[in-house]
């Protein structure tokens, strides 16, 4: 069976996520007009402590303070789920530098490249914008091929 | 947008979206990076029908949306879609999100979403990627790149 193979953990939990986070996508759209994205937070956020022009522009001053309420509650919506579904308090195994080495990829990158997973994968990729798709194409080719390289290395998880 | 003149259901209209959006990153596991991780090492691509679905969702409502004409409610902004310009940095971005991608399993929505659930270890990723973020802005702040307007709402 094929998608035993290539789903070995089932596929409703990640449909239904998907539906979900695309909703709340939608919820934010359908009432401001908005495209939130999850990483202009991480430049808006800046603005508020630095002063920089590249932060201090009118479009990370304007929506800094929405955006960290959008991303509070996303935190929020995580809370909830783990305590709806007994997982509060998991932990991640992955190695410390991993996370941070790559967090600082992440955030140069996502910004560099004018969105993140949910901008240009959920929304442009919606949108069917070619930007977003050769951006989206571009992180997940280089992420699968990065993955597999750290896992031949024989680092894991 | 300003201040001056929010309506007053704006940030609770965010904060719904946010907690609904949050609630889909814990259900569909993305909060884990090792469930990213083995999308990424190619041993489960659950993550493909997480990815689909969400980007179906919206990308039905933008076009719905978007083909009414109408404004949105609470701000009076036109409906549109997320087209930004194509450039090198989107490339070069791109890139190196995917190598930071595919060496951490972590992404901005999920790394929140993570931080809620209780999952403290994140944070490294979490003040990875403000320095990060803050690097890039420095460089383009010295570099004297204009902020050039892009359409807001960007990712």
Not at chain 1, 69 to 90: C, N, P
Not at chain 2, 8 to 33: C, D, E, I, K, Q
Request: glycine share 18%.
């Amino acid at each position: 069976m094929v998608a035993e193979t290539l789903l070995p953990n089932g596929w409703v939990h990640y449909l239904l996520g998907g539906l979900l986070i695309g909703t709340g996508t939608a919820v934010v759209y359908l009432s401001t007009g908005i495209v939130a994205g999850a990483s202009t937070f991480l430049e808006s956020t800046l603005s508020y402590v630095s002063d920089r022009s590249r932060f201090q522009q009118y479009r990370f001053r304007a929506s800094r303070d929405w955006r960290v309420v959008f991303t509070l509650s996303i935190a929020a919506g995580g809370a909830l789920y783990g305590l709806a579904f007994g997982e509060f308090g998991w932990t991640t195994d992955v190695q410390w530098w991993r996370l941070l080495v790559g967090g600082v990829l992440v955030g140069v990158g996502t910004r560099l490249g004018k969105g993140c997973t949910s901008g240009h994968g959920v929304c442009g990729v919606g949108s069917l914008s070619e930007t977003s798709l050769v951006n989206v194409a571009t992180f997940v080719g280089v992420a699968v091929g990065t993955a597999q390289v750290v896992a031949a290395l024989g680092v894991t998880p | 947008m300003s201040d001056a003149g929010r309506h007053p259901l704006f940030l609770p209209a965010v904060a719904v979206g946010g907690v609904v959006f949050g609630f889909g990153l814990g259900l569909s596991r993305m909060y884990r990076p090792e469930v990213v991780l083995r999308f990424l090492q190619l041993t489960d691509l659950g993550l493909l029908l997480v990815l689909g679905g969400a980007s179906v969702v919206a990308g039905l409502v933008f076009a719905a949306a978007s083909a009414t004409g109408r404004t949105a409610p609470l701000t009076g902004r036109e409906f549109g879609k997320r087209v930004k310009s194509m450039d090198r940095n989107v490339l070069v971005g791109g890139g190196i999100f995917g190598v930071g991608w595919g060496l951490s399993g972590i992404c901005p929505g999920a790394a929140y979403a993570s931080l809620g659930v209780g999952n403290v270890t994140i944070l490294w990723a979490v003040v990875g990627m403000f320095a990060g973020a803050y690097l890039q802005g420095v460089a383009r702040s010295s570099s004297g790149e204009a902020g050039r307007a892009e359409t807001e709402g960007s990712a």
